[in-house]
């Protein structure tokens, strides 16, 4: 391999096709798989990221010579929707006090609010040296457009680290997570509950195979096609059951898009009725580096306690069969306390171009995030494990 000189080059590109596939996956080979260039050369191939939905790529790369040294998805908001960081309330104080909000300038992986995202780096270039390069390069992409600032969104938390270091400010979310230190199989990991919710969860997946439902686990290599388009009809409509509030950001190409390129990271959670062989219900997940991601779900009918199983109990007991570390189930919902899942803290990182917006955000973002920080509490307090799963 080509060993990178000291020189840099910083670039911001229009489109993942600016990069070559494989210079870009050997920068991401530890990152979460939604750093891929697949994914996200996916998102803009079938519109789901383009100008006309508020998101215009202005990726940045580094190069040392002729070899990629650094690469962050990157792009120009217009809005604030699709990235499941609510900051509303920013944009009304810069409205109070006259100011544009819009366009600002976004790192994130669209439409995926996963812990995760970093600027990517080639193995054993000195991480933090880079990290301030690319966003001295943010910051004079953001001077040079007249953006209102940089907003990192669900950094994992070693670079969320790095770039609180580095001056921007952390503002911190509630998340969930689900880990595995080590169970042997689902009841093991069982055995962390208090008796009564023990006792709840197997008579909930008793009740839904009484009901002539079976749900397993099927790797997106052994699914057959029509099932990552069936999953799109399922996604929109679980987001039309939303009405206003509804996340449908994804075409139909897309779905289908991850079966010809991304079904090494695909899998479903499946469910059948007796002798059906096409599915009543699926969730789509997906994995890479120890790691599973619950993203989209639907099902043809309601039936009671499905969600359940297929999105919680049956993605945990594969992801144990599997050695898997950890599983993010998605955003929302008070009642995965009470199904062995955690709070953690996820956090956005923000630097505004103005100086006034720098001042409001640094006065009030302590007290929000001891808001964030009571709520954690509240919801912890639902838990039903015993005992601390061991480590």
């Known amino acids: 391999m080509t060993q ?14 600016s990069f070559d596939r494989h210079e870009w996956n050997l920068l991401a080979q530890s990152a979460t798989p939604f750093m891929r260039w697949e994914w996200l050369d996916l998102l803009e191939t079938t519109g789901a990221v383009r100008p006309e939905t508020g998101w215009l790529p202005a990726h940045c790369g580094v190069r040392s010579g002729t070899v990629l040294a650094g690469a962050a998805p990157l792009y120009l908001k217009g ?50 040296a880079l990290s301030r390069t690319m966003l001295e390069a943010m910051g ?28 921007l400010m952390a503002w911190e979310h509630q998340g969930f997570i689900w880990e595995n230190p080590g169970y042997r199989d689902f009841s093991d990991f069982l055995d ?35 099932w990552f388009s069936r999953m799109h009809a399922f996604y929109e409509d679980t987001n039309d059951k939303f009405g206003e509030w509804g996340c449908k950001y994804l075409p139909l190409e897309f779905f289908e898009g991850l079966a010809d390129c991304f079904r090494d990271h695909v899998a479903f959670s499946a469910a059948f009725r007796a002798g059906n062989p096409d599915p009543v ?49 998605g955003m929302g919902g008070e009642h995965k306390p009470r199904r062995g899942f955690t709070s953690r803290t996820n ?30 509490e509240s919801l912890d307090a639902f838990s039903a494990f015993k005992r601390t799963p061991r480590s």
């Open 140 to 167: 004079r992409l953001s001077d040079a457009h007249e953006l209102s600032g940089l907003h990192v969104l669900f950094p994992g938390n070693p670079f969320a680290d790095l770039l609180e270091d580095q001056g």
């Open 347 to 376: 956090r956005s990182l923000h630097r505004f171009s103005d100086p006034r917006m720098n001042a409001i955000f640094a006065a009030n973002i302590h007290k929000i995030n001891a808001l964030t920080r009571d709520y954690i």
């Open 192 to 226: 962390v509950f208090r008796t009564g919710q023990r006792k709840n969860i197997r008579r909930e997946r008793e009740r839904l195979r009484e009901s002539g439902i079976e749900v397993s686990v099927v790797p997106g290599t052994q699914a057959p096609d029509a």
């Open 281 to 329: 219900g699926l969730a789509l997940l997906i994995h890479g580096n120890g790691a599973l991601y619950g993203r989209y779900w639907g099902a043809a009918e309601e039936i009671p306690f499905l969600h359940f199983e297929l999105c919680y109990y049956t993605p945990m007991e594969w992801a144990i069969r599997e050695g898997m570390s950890s599983f993010d189930p």
């Open 79 to 128: 809005h604030g929707q699709a990235e499941f960081i609510y900051d509303q309330i920013w944009a009304d104080a810069a409205a109070r006090m006259d100011l544009p909000y819009y366009p600002k300038l976004v790192a994130a992986t669209p439409f995926t609010p996963v812990a995760g995202y970093e600027f990517l780096a080639l193995p054993g270039l000195p991480r933090q």
């Open 4 to 17: 990178p000189s000291a020189a840099l080059g910083i670039f911001f590109a229009p489109s993942m096709r």
